[in-house]
């Protein structure tokens, strides 16, 4: 697990911010995929999908959860 997922997840679960993790396996290259691109258009991890709303850049993400 990247360090940038892991601070997400540690958030989540610290704070009680209840999720369904889904793993992406960076080795086999599943973030480029097209399916990966419809949420993060960087394809980069982590990303969140919460309804509508998809988030993704670590920073953004723990702003965003924290409220």
């Known amino acids: ?6 601070a997400v ?3 989540c679960k ?5 999720f369904d993790e889904i ?4 080795s086999k290259r599943q973030q480029l995929s097209p399916e990966f ?3 993060n258009p960087f394809k980069k991890l982590p990303a969140i999908v919460d309804g509508r ?4 850049e ?3 993400l723990l ?3 924290s409220f």
């Open 1 to 6: 697990m990247s360090q940038p997922s892991r």
């Open 9 to 11: 997840l540690i958030f």
């Open 14 to 18: 610290v704070n009680g911010i209840e």
């Open 23 to 26: 793993r992406v396996e960076i």
């Open 37 to 39: 691109a419809a949420i």
């Open 53 to 56: 709303f998809k988030l993704f």
């Open 58 to 60: 670590r920073y953004f």
């Open 63 to 65: 702003i965003s959860i």
